[in-house]
């Protein structure tokens, strides 16, 4: 299981045990540093994986492209799709965050409530995009898959000369 997965899946339980039916938190100020806590956990898994990310969707979208037609998953265009939009919007919000940190007082390193609210928020701002990733990123891997257990198509020279064989 990623660390993704395992972070929502906590998430889930707490958000579960903390909630009414309802879905509304029994104590907001808890509910909200434990959804402030799974905001910065779910970035900091991103962090690792974060520089690679447009080479991954580029060989995926190579791969999905070489692959025959009865390989293909249907939702894994529109998924690839939702991971390129959230990669796009967590790069402005990273640079937003860097505008931020960078405008901010001398004084405002972390541990201060400045600095971390500053932190915070960004983390808040990035969740559901990263939470993309977590719900679609394993599409990489499914296209990885499919394309190394693929069958090769004959490159065009060997075609050619079994085409002319086959006329003989």
């Known amino acids: 299981m990623s660390d993704s997965e395992k972070i929502l899946n906590a998430w889930g339980a707490y958000s579960d045990e903390h909630t009414d039916l309802d879905g509304w938190p029994y104590d907001d100020h808890a509910y ?14 991103f962090e690792s994986l974060r520089y690679g990310t447009r080479h991954l969707l580029a060989t995926a979208e190579t791969q999905l492209g070489r692959l025959p037609e009865h390989a293909v998953q249907s939702r894994w265009v529109y998924q690839l799709g939702v991971l390129h939009a959230a990669l796009d919007r967590l790069d402005q919000l ?7 940190r960078d405008a901010l007082p ?10 971390d609210d500053a932190l915070a928020e960004y983390h808040a ?8 990733w977590a719900t679609h990123g394993k599409t ?22 079994r085409r002319s064989l086959a006329r003989r």
């Open 32 to 45: 909200g540093l434990r959804a402030s806590q799974r905001d910065a956990d779910t970035a900091e898994a």
């Open 94 to 100: 990273h640079e937003q965050w860097l505008e931020t």
């Open 106 to 115: 001398a004084t405002a390193k972390p541990g201060t409530t400045a600095f």
């Open 125 to 132: 701002e990035s969740w559901s995009y990263l939470d993309d």
């Open 140 to 161: 990489l891997r499914e296209i990885n898959t499919a394309a190394s257990t693929a069958p090769s198509p004959p490159a065009p020279a060997l075609a050619a000369d």
